[in-house]
């Protein structure tokens, strides 16, 4: 196995029962990359992200972390991760240094280790100011900052986080949007999932896009959106007397395709005021026109649909 390949799935599959949930995909992570596993709910990502955890083992084919086999070496793997879970599970009886102190102990790290690297990682999530407050009246963004150093505190090679800003606001977001930067700037290696597109555009260096169970598609954020979109989309709003006859009439529009939405319609293009003018001279006049570059939710929605998934 290459030094710089820190994860490698071949053909890695997981049932529960009759259904299966990741079907026979394959992967691989180097050493300092930000991958993403983005998709739908029940797309697999969880599933996947589990057993790279080594919480669940898999159905079939091969997954080999930092060169051993999860099934055999699953705790000496996961000394050498740390995990950001979806839910904060943080002891909200404890002071914010407390919660770290504690968790460092489980690695059976000395206090005196533990101690040094709480003062740097809670500087380093700018909570430093907030080290002896209890965690139950911190805001979202300040216990994600904290569950983030948490599994940080054994300095872990590999760091799992699944849906690290869900449920913040634009600013919280935004900060540890920052704080994850800092850490791939550091080389260290991440691994998320996000539904949040410009997040992965904003973090990944590589990501998959799951459907289904199976990578619908793979590469860098640029790469994706070159593949599968155009430079620019057209988005077109028109009275609700026009909307139902304006796509017969945008047949013939330069554009690579047209996808018509209940509120709107999307003509994706090299050249969007091209496009734009190309509308107004059939005749048709929009309520309101934006042109925008494509972005990965637009390759996102292309590869997996529109449709709603609980």
């Keep these: 196995m290459a030094d710089d390949v820190l ?10 029962g009759d259904f299966t949930a990741v079907d ?3 992967f691989e992570l180097s050493r300092g990359q930000v991958f993403g596993f983005l998709g739908p709910n029940g797309a697999g990502k969880s599933s996947t992200m589990r057993m790279i955890g080594c919480v669940s083992p898999p159905s079939g084919g091969v997954l080999t972390i930092l060169g051993m086999d999860p099934a055999k070496d699953g705790p000496a793997i996961r000394a050498r991760l740390g995990v950001v879970p979806q839910e904060d599970t943080l002891d909200l009886e404890l002071t914010v240094r407390e919660n770290l102190l504690i968790y460092g102990r489980y690695f059976g790290l000395r206090r005196d280790v533990i101690a040094d690297r709480t003062a740097k990682l809670l500087d380093f ?3 430093g100011e907030r080290a002896d407050d209890q965690v139950e009246p911190l805001s979202g963004g300040m ?3 904290l569950t983030i150093a948490r599994s940080l505190i054994s300095e872990p090679e590999i760091l799992l986080l699944d849906e690290p800003t869900t449920g913040l606001d634009p600013q919280a977001r ?3 949007w920052d704080r994850l930067y800092r850490l791939k700037q550091q080389g260290v290696t991440l691994v998320l999932t996000t539904h949040y597109m410009d997040e992965a555009e904003q973090l990944c260096d590589r990501l998959v896009v799951m459907d289904g169970g199976k990578i619908a598609a793979e590469g860098s954020p640029r790469d994706l959106i070159a593949r599968y979109s155009t430079p620019e989309v057209l988005e077109l709003r028109f009275s609700l007397d026009v909307q139902e006859q304006a796509p017969d009439k945008l047949a013939d529009v330069p554009a690579a395709r047209i996808e018509v939405l209940a509120d709107r319609i999307l003509l994706y293009a090299d050249d969007g005021d091209e496009a734009l003018a190309a509308v107004r001279s059939r005749g048709l006049q929009p309520a309101t026109s934006l042109v925008r570059r494509s972005t990965l939710e637009d390759v996102f929605l292309r590869l997996t649909g529109r449709r709603l998934e609980d």
């Excluded at 994860?7 to 529960?16: E, N, P, S, V």
């Design 143 to 145: 216990k994600r900052r």
């Design 125 to 127: 999530v700018q909570l």
């Design 7 to 16: 994860i490698r799935a071949r053909g890695l599959t997981k049932r529960f």
């Design 24 to 26: 026979g995909i394959d």
């Design 174 to 176: 935004h900060v540890v």
